[in-house]
């Protein structure tokens, strides 16, 4: 089966508990949003909840790096086009951009580590994972980057 | 955190901005703890990453109320806003455990504020996670950045003056990134 790239599962309606007070998406709702994104791309590789339940190994995020574009209200459909930019043995690192309605309301990017859940640390994949990951970022590799890809908090491309 | 209104709330809603000129500015500030309640907690019973986001939130929450930006304010026309957030991921936390959250004024201009938020544990100060912040002074009507009112600038030198003794966190600036050991 040929791989999405980009991958472009998540879709749903903004949910009314991640709103504020002004009646717009809250600033950690953007990181709801962005994690539950994500979910469905490591569900994809075998690395969602269910791994960790028959591994006890999961996917921790060590990094996640949010760049707010646009205000979501209720009523808005969101959707998320996501980019591996970068793998290897134990780390993972995506970029989103998620939408409303189909503009662009804000990027995400986010490292992961392999971790070993009983022994505490990091750990490598296993074999038939690292396939999948491999085949993503592969099929990923083409794609183009964001210009903020690589910069810190503040600085401009 | 979400409460029985179906929304997302903060502890310090409602509650008026106070400054006191004459008060010394502590470096660095440390305006909100908590306890890691059950509603943060995910099917692994550790706290979820995006609530992580609402601790920090609570704290800056804290913080614009500090520095005078407070529901008054906000409905005068003008707010700050998040433009980018980096969070750092140290430790997991579980149900109960007591948070305390700091907030150190990095730089500003004007307009824009760069901020560093630790969070660290309560009772052995282990540091649990870091979120670096950069906002925005925002004319809420026109939807553009603005100047800051005097006053409010004021307020921000003072702290920014508060902590320049403050060592630069090491996090501070840097991008994610994937590093190779060669």
């Known amino acids: 089966m040929p791989e999405q790239a980009p991958f472009t599962a998540y879709r749903e309606p903004v949910r009314p508990e991640w709103l504020d007070y002004n009646g717009h998406l809250n600033d950690a709702s953007y990181a709801i949003v962005l994690t539950r994104a994500h979910e469905l791309l490591l569900d994809h590789l075998g690395l969602s909840a269910a791994y960790r339940e028959s591994h006890q190994a999961s996917m921790f995020t060590v990094e996640m790096h949010l760049r707010y574009v646009a205000e979501v209200s209720a009523g808005q459909t969101l959707t998320a086009s996501t980019t591996v930019v970068e793998a290897d043995h134990k780390r993972l690192r995506l970029h989103s951009e998620l939408f409303a309605d189909g503009v662009l309301a804000a990027t995400g990017e986010c490292l992961y580590l392999h971790v070993d859940t009983v022994a505490g640390r990091t750990a490598p994949l296993p074999e038939d994972r690292q396939a999948a990951v491999d085949a993503l970022r592969e099929a990923h590799a083409e794609l183009p980057r964001p210009d903020h890809l690589g910069l810190g908090v503040g600085a401009r491309p | ?182």
């Open chain 2, 1 to 182: 955190m979400s409460n029985q209104s179906g929304r997302i709330t903060t502890p310090y809603e409602g509650r008026a901005a106070v400054w006191d000129d004459g008060a010394e500015i502590p470096a660095p500030l440390r305006l909100h703890e908590t306890t890691a309640p059950p509603e943060w907690m995910d099917y692994n019973n550790h706290m979820s990453e995006s609530c992580f986001l609402l601790a920090f939130g609570d704290s800056a929450d804290a913080f614009f109320r500090f520095i005078g930006i407070d529901e008054a304010y906000r409905a005068a026309g003008h707010s700050l806003y998040t433009s980018q957030t980096h969070l750092h991921h140290r430790q997991e936390v579980s149900l109960g455990e007591p948070l305390v959250m700091t907030l150190q004024v990095l730089d500003h201009d004007r307009r824009r504020l760069h901020i560093y938020h630790e969070m660290r544990h309560g009772e052995t100060d282990a540091l649990i996670a870091m979120a670096e912040q950069l906002l925005a002074h925002v004319d809420i009507g026109a939807g553009r950045s603005s100047d800051m009112p005097e006053d409010l600038y004021e307020h921000i030198v003072a702290i920014r003056r508060a902590h320049a003794g403050l060592p630069q966190p090491a996090v501070v600036g840097h991008p994610i990134a994937i590093r190779h050991s060669r």
